[in-house]
């Protein structure tokens, strides 16, 4: 009777394990798993012990739910996917000549959310009544005093045409270029000579003009030539006319992450006082 009793129940087993196997019954065998991805597994059972790539000994699930969890979590980590490396950061350069636009630019990154590398030592005054956002370690790249740079990572610094070249090239740069009539440019800066009581004639506007266009061409011809540079031109006096389409072009440009309509209520039309 004994053995009988032991023959009926190893034979109750076995077709248990069968009807598990093909997912009848009650599908006690059933691993439904919790990932990322729809799974189901089918179980070949031999004395309770459970045979895959991984050899894991578990009991029918329904009675060991712990069991289950360690193997959802194996399986997970098998599953999973190498995430990729993130892009390594950069830094973001405004640039272009003085009295071009670059303080504007600057605030309009700062309201899509992009922090300022600045020590804002240079108050705003009637030239920016904005603020000029600047960095004054960045005056001193010529001499030498690149050591910032690398806390720049991330964020954007001003840095004039005429500087860029001292930068470092150990790091990765993104320079939103401003370019504005020249017109403008010379007529913003005799007005702030004029403020300060400097002297505003020991050049003509003509000879001026016809070195800044010579600068920015060179400096142009230098940036094509750096591999790690890139580089996005943007025009001011357009900026000004429309702002939404520039501010898009920024903002793909560096990375496709700023507030856009933050950005644009930021050009103020009103700062628009040299005009060519």
Partial sequence: MAQAGEKGGRKGISQRMRNSECGRGDG????????PFRIRLCIRCSSFVVIFRIRCDIRPIDQN??????????LMKLFKSTPKPE????????????????????K????????????????????????????ERVKQLDKGDTAWVGEAQGKV?????????????????RVVFI??????????QRKMLERRGEPTDRISDEELARLFSKHVQ????????QSNFSVLYVDYNKMLADPLPYVRQVNQFLGGT??????????????YRNRA
């Fill in 87 to 106: 892009t390594p950061p950069f830094v973001t350069v405004v640039s272009g000549l003085p009295r071009s636009g670059t303080s504007m630019m600057m």
């Fill in 65 to 74: 739910r712990g069991r289950k969890r360690l193997l959802e979590h194996t």
């Fill in 157 to 173: 610094v001003k840095v004039i045409s005429a500087l860029l070249e001292f930068l470092p090239p150990a790091h990765n740069y």
């Fill in 179 to 188: 370019h504005r009539e020249m017109s403008e440019i010379l007529a913003s």
């Fill in 218 to 225: 060179k400096v142009e011809t230098w940036l094509r030539s």
């Fill in 108 to 135: 309009v990154l700062e309201a899509g959310g992009l922090p300022l590398m600045t020590d804002r030592q240079r108050a705003a005054d009637e030239d920016n009544p904005k603020g000029y956002f600047e960095l």
């Fill in 28 to 35: 006690g065998g059933i691993i439904r798993l919790r990932l």
């Fill in 258 to 271: 700023l507030d856009e309509q933050k950005m644009a209520a930021m050009v103020d039309p009103t700062l």
